[in-house]
C-alpha cells in the first residue's frame, strides 16, 4: 500500500478527474489516498468522495496545514503529496515506489508534462523559456508531485507554513538523495492568460523570500543562461523578448504587492473540466 495525500482547497472542478486519472489502473486496496478539504466553500469534499479515498475536512485553509493533517492520516511509507489540479497515473506513482527503494534516495519527483489546452501563445513562449532554463537543476520542485520515504519524511515534518512546500522539500535533500523519475509523469495545467501568470509568478517569488528567510533559499538561475539559449539558437528573440517582459512585471508587482501572500490565486487552469473541454492525457 502506497499512501497518497492531496491537498484541495476549493478544486471542485478538478478533484474527481485527478482521482479518476490516479485509481482508473490501481489494484484494490493498492493506494491509501487522503483528500484534505481546506477551507472550502464549494463541493470539493463531495466531488472527492468515493470507495477507496478517505476525506478529511478542517476550516483552516493554508496548503501545509493540510499536508501535515493528511499526513498525521497516512498509514505508511512511501508517502506521495500530490497537487488536486495535477494528473498522475497508477503506473507512474509505481515507477516513483520504485525509484524510492533505491539505496542513498530519500525524495524523489516525475518528469512534468505541460497540457497546454486553451493557453495563450505569450504564456506557451514564456514557459518554453522558463522550461529551458530550468531543465539542468530541476529536482522536486515545480512538478506538482514529490515522494518522500520514512527517513525523507523525517527530514520535513513537521512541515512549516510555508507558501513553496516543494521548493521547502526540494531544499532539505542534496546530490542523489533527490532523484527525478524519467518513467514517471505529471500533467500539470499552467495559466491560461499573462495575468494569471503573473499572479503565480508573484506567489512563487513570495515563497522564494519566505524560503530565504528559513535559511533555504531556492536555487537562483544562472545569469548567463538566457544568452547562452539564445546563442546556441534553441529559443528565438521573440521567445526571449516575451520572458524577459514577463520577468520585468512579475518583479514590479511582487514589490507592489509585498507581503500579501493571499494574492496569487489563479483560477485560469481549473475550469476546463467544468466547461466541457478536453485534458490532455500523460
Known sequence: MVSVVIPAHNEEA????????????????EFDVIVVANGC???????AARPGVRVLETATPGKAHALRLGDAACRT???????????????????????????GVLACA??????????????????????ALILPGRALAGVGVYVLTAEGHRRVFPLPDVI?????????????ERVVVTEARSLVRPARTVRAHL???????????????????ARRLDAGSLRRLLLAGAISPLDAACYL????????????????RGWGTDSSSRHGESAGEPTAAS
Open 14 to 29: 478538478v478533484v474527481a478527474s485527478g482521482l479518476d486519472t490516479l485509481l482508473s489502473a490501481a489494484e484494490p486496496g
Open 77 to 103: 511509507f512511501p508517502r506521495v503529496y500530490l497537487d488536486a489540479d495535477v494528473r498522475l497515473d497508477a503506473e507512474s506513482v509505481r515507477a516513483l515506489v520504485s525509484a524510492a527503494g533505491r539505496p
Open 110 to 131: 516525475p518528469e512534468v508534462s505541460w497540457d497546454l489546452t486553451g493557453v495563450g501563445w505569450p504564456v506557451r513562449r514564456v514557459l518554453f523559456v522558463h522550461e
Open 245 to 260: 517582459a514577463v520577468l520585468a512585471a512579475d518583479r514590479l508587482l511582487t514589490r507592489l504587492r509585498g507581503d500579501r
Open 41 to 47: 466553500s464549494d463541493g470539493t469534499a463531495r466531488a
Open 199 to 217: 499572479a503565480r509568478r508573484v506567489r512563487v517569488r513570495q515563497g522564494n523570500r519566505q524560503l530565504a528567510e528559513l535559511g533555504r533559499p
Open 164 to 176: 513553496s512546500d516543494d521548493g521547502y522539500v526540494d531544499g532539505c535533500f542534496a546530490g542523489d
